[in-house]
């Protein structure tokens, strides 16, 4: 069994067909792919992950012009398939000399556990003791195929969400966002939409890492003898090739693949020969430390001398509330240059070469878990569009933006609070005076889990008249004045969704059950926020208009 050779990627051909591929039928030309079809959200971002650092490694383009000739015509499939092949000894199943897909080169004693725990989500014994399986419910998932027992195995060694105990966490910290640039059309095929994501070989410098260590191990770990941290001994960009990047494996572990008899994947529903039902593991495994900079994720830096930090998956439920920092590296300091975020390395790269070159409007996917330790809440994901500006006007587009944006963060507060006061009874202090103090305790101990998350999410989610308002801006360059006139339009769309939203979520119980006059005080409530008659900068645009 063989991740490069053998047939295991479920797709969607231009037909609307579905197929079952090797890697390289990524390329074919007759009746191509246009979408990689896996059975969960995750791992459609984790084959997306797998086939960018497939080309990455195997078929990375020399410079600007090799990778323009591969864009505007795909390579052919023999083409990828000798350079895939190339590598196929890393990407064996089932330990051909010794080396198996991203697992421990070295046998070890160990207990076998269910492999439920790869699919999605750790669950370790105190979180199965307590019932506090969130997002993968116990004995739901018994047995996988091999091919996407090892997919697993790679989302979790990528992702690092499995941190039990002394087991490491991954090499972009624990569950980072991931963020990958499509063609903005549906007549896209698949290779467009992984080629955006690959950098010139040129560039890959900028990636840290020593170009010198051209070993298999040196890329892929798990081809050589097991590095291990048993106090915490750090692995350093320069140990490695800076492809590891795309192949970290931070946890020691093991597949146990067996004959099953024909019984059904309970992932895919295929019928298979060979499954996997247990895994076992041991601790101690890479300790990714000192610099490590994966090109698919924005990292935040707190000052010029530390090292970035990954930015963590749950913020791809925020939506377009993150535009700028996505697009743009953003600075909490200008005059000292202090990073807030940094867009991720192939974003700024497509930016900085590839934006102007081709015919093909974008936009930008963003994905990841929300996880602490060895327990996965949930997974998000979002899309946005991406513009094009002269440098000259991109501080300018910036302002605007973050000014629109926190506007919008004040609005979205406004409403979260007047839902508080419909939903919920206040207590009195000894002046009187009502407070909410017990609800929003509760909110902010629900963290990403909270209704009050769900309500953001949704508010965030408004990309057509984000979008719009983009356009307009973009159009709007660096012309002095506020442009009020289009605030006017964007806080317009705000506003009515607000209200939408209100009417909908407070008054949609009975009348009976509910405290109708607390309901229209948080009604006024809001309106007053939404449509201020002292001076605020929310009242000069909805003034602006009259």
């Known amino acids: 069994m063989n991740l490069i050779v053998d047939p295991w990627i479920p797709v969607i051909r231009k037909d609307g067909t ?41 078929f990375v383009p020399k410079d600007e012009d090799e990778w323009l000739e591969h864009w505007e015509k795909t390579p052919s499939p023999n083409e990828l398939e000798v350079a895939f092949e190339k590598y196929k000894d890393a990407f064996e199943l089932d330990f051909k000399n010794s080396s198996g897909f ?39 998932i018994e047995l996988v195929s091999p091919y996407w ?3 697993a195995l790679f989302n979790m060694q990528i992702t690092g969400v499995l941190a039990w105990g002394k087991h490491r966490v991954g090499l972009r910290g624990n569950a980072p966002l991931t963020t990958l640039l499509m063609p903005d059309s549906d007549r896209s095929i698949l290779w467009q939409k992984l080629w955006l994501n690959v950098i010139y070989r040129e560039d890959i410098d900028l990636v840290p890492g020593n170009s010198m260590k051209k070993n298999r191990s040196d890329i892929f770990p798990w081809m050589g003898k097991t590095r ?35 019984e059904k994947c309970d992932l895919s529903g295929e019928k298979l020969e060979y499954g996997v039902r247990f895994y076992k593991r041991i601790h101690d495994g890479v300790y990714y430390s000192n610099g490590w900079v994966h090109p698919l994720t924005p990292y935040t ?39 807030r975020w940094g867009r991720s390395l192939v974003i700024r790269h497509y930016y900085g070469e590839k934006k102007h070159k081709i015919a093909v409007n974008t936009k930008l996917w963003c994905f990841g878990y929300d996880a602490a330790s060895a327990n996965v809440k949930c997974w998000y994901e979002s899309v946005m569009p991406t513009f094009q500006v002269p440098n000259d006007d991109v501080d300018a587009l910036k302002d605007h933006v973050s000014d629109a944006l926190q506007v919008a ?14 939903w919920f009874r206040p207590q009195t202090d000894s002046s009187g005076k009502q407070k909410w103090n017990h609800v929003t305790k509760g909110i902010n101990k629900a963290g990403h889990l909270s209704t009050y998350k769900n309500i953001e999410y949704e508010y965030w989610e408004s990309q057509m008249a984000f979008s719009a308002m983009l356009s307009e801006l973009i159009a709007y360059g660096q012309t002095p004045e506020k442009p009020l006139q289009i605030y006017v339009q964007w ?13 909908r979520n407070a008054l949609g119980e009975a009348v009976d059950e509910m405290d109708l006059k607390r309901v229209v005080e948080a009604k006024n409530y809001l309106l007053g926020a939404l449509f201020p008659y002292k001076k605020s900068f929310l009242k000069d645009i909805n003034e602006f208009n009259k």
Not at 410 to 418: A, G, K, P
Request: proline residues 8%; aromatic residues 10%; positive net charge.
């Open 149 to 151: 027992a090892a997919l």
């Open 301 to 339: 830096r707190s000052a010029r001398d530390k090292f970035p930090r990954p930015i963590e998956g749950k913020y791809a439920g925020e939506g377009f509330r993150q535009w700028v920092s996505l697009n743009y590296d953003e600075y909490a300091d200008d005059k000292n240059k202090k990073l």
């Open 409 to 422: 963060y004040q609005i979205v507060q406004e409403l979260r609070f007047s839902l508080i006061g419909a």
């Open 491 to 503: 806080v317009k769309e705000l506003q009515k969704r607000c209200l939408n939203y209100f009417d």
């Open 102 to 140: 991203m697992q421990d080169h070295d046998d070890f004693e160990g207990e076998w556990l269910p492999v439920e725990d790869l699919i999605g989500g750790a669950l370790s014994d105190n979180t199965r003791k307590g019932n506090k399986d969130l997002f993968v419910k116990t004995k739901q």
């Open 228 to 262: 291990t941290s048993p106090k915490k001994k750090p692995t350093s960009p320069s140990d490695a090739n800076p492809l590891q990047h795309y192949w970290a494996m931070p946890r020691r572990i093991r597949l146990k693949v067996e004959p099953v008899k024909k």
């Open 18 to 58: 579905p197929d079952t591929i090797m890697p390289w039928q990524i390329a074919e030309a007759e009746n191509p792919v246009i979408e990689i079809n896996a059975p969960r959200p995750d791992f459609q971002g984790a084959l997306y992950q797998f086939l960018i650092g497939l080309l990455q490694t195997c």
